[in-house]
């Protein structure tokens, strides 16, 4: 499918079941996005939402504001939200990838070199560099001009609608500054001068990775689509199971908040966390409305946020909120 075509086709749906609102009629008793995909929160304290077909929102003190392809941002979904050192925000969407320095958006696509427009992972590695993992492979940009990095191709997974053996779903540099990436074919790791595979003959629990990370104590975790969640300490893989008390198999995100704890969302099962003991799992009967959350964030003051189906959730206790652009935004709103 081409680049056009398939951007139609996004769109087209995004007009069908969420058009874009401006904030001020934005009705209030309603998620502030059907679908949020990324959260992020910059320098200035501003909230960054990314959407599946809202473009992205900024909450910005008690200002809400939306932007999409009417006010010159890239596209409508929103899978990467990235800020560099100098305090740019970089975004990765249907329509390739778009850079926000404080006062205007400014748009790059396979026209300037990018192998792909169809954006599904960002990251920015220690020298700045910016990694764009796209459905077409992996580009990097170093603020000039793009790059592309050969990667395998893996195998085209038509069960979750990705006909493409290129797509990149995750990238992450790891504190001894390797690049990883989540493919179809498994995990490859690039140490600069050798690339290495991860697949399931190596012990990895599914060869779709949606998400990597490193923990603290060095260990990799992964998130796949078909087989959960599984992490590797160097030499051997460990697949967390329903025996641990999650159940669940296609996994979309991790994140490691400040206490150390391990986050992770699995569809139809709500959202897990791992102390580094126990796991626990918070859904419906914890004040969970959606079943299928797609990441998790924890701001500047600790608190621990989650954007997926059905919009924005805030974990207030030991229970969750769904938040609307009303709020509640603090728990003293409550």
């Known amino acids: 499918m081409s680049h056009f075509v398939r951007t139609l086709v996004a769109m087209a749906c995004v007009a069908l079941l969420a058009p874009a609102l401006a904030a001020q009629d934005l009705p209030f008793d309603k998620p502030i996005s059907q679908f949020v995909r990324r959260i992020h929160q910059d320098h200035t304290g501003a909230m960054w939402l990314g959407t599946n077909g809202d473009g ?13 392809v009417k006010q010159g941002f890239g596209g409508v979904a929103v899978r990467g939200i990235k800020e560099d050192k100098a305090g740019n925000i970089w975004f990765g969407t249907e329509g390739g990838l778009t850079k926000y320095d404080g006062a205007r958006f400014t748009n790059y696509t396979y026209e300037q070199g990018l192998i792909d427009n169809d954006v599904w992972a960002l990251a920015i590695d220690r020298d700045g560099i ?9 580009s990097t940009f170093d603020g000039k001009s793009f790059t592309h990095f050969e990667l395998p191709k893996g195998e085209p997974d038509p069960t979750r609608g990705v006909t493409s053996a290129e797509i990149v779903h995750s990238i992450m540099q790891d504190s001894k500054g390797r690049m990883w990436f989540g493919t179809n074919g498994g995990a490859y790791i690039w140490d600069g001068k050798t690339l290495t595979n991860l697949s399931e003959d190596d012990g990895l629990c599914n060869n779709a990775v949606n998400c990597i990370l490193e923990a603290n104590d060095g ?9 959960g969640i ?5 030499n051997t893989f460990t697949r967390v199971t329903e025996a641990d008390g999650v159940r669940g198999t296609e996994a979309w995100d991790l994140f490691q908040d400040s206490k150390g704890a391990i986050w992770f969302p699995i569809e139809g099962a709500g959202i897990c966390r791992y102390d580094g003991k126990t796991f626990s799992a918070y859904a419906k009967p914890q004040g969970m409305q959606s079943m ?20 924005l959730f805030r974990l207030d206790g030991e229970s969750f909120v769904s938040v609307n652009a009303q709020g509640p935004w603090d728990p003293r709103d409550n």
Not at 219 to 227: E, S
Not at 230 to 234: A, V
């Open 56 to 68: 992205v929102i900024r909450r910005k003190g008690d200002t809400i504001d939306y932007f999409s």
């Open 130 to 138: 910016i990694w764009i993992g796209t459905y077409g492979g992996v």
């Open 219 to 227: 260990d990799i975790w992964f998130a796949t689509h078909h087989n």
């Open 230 to 234: 599984c992490f590797w300490d160097g």
């Open 292 to 311: 299928a959350i797609q990441c998790t964030f924890e701001d500047a003051d600790g608190r621990i946020w989650c954007g997926g189906y059905m919009g």
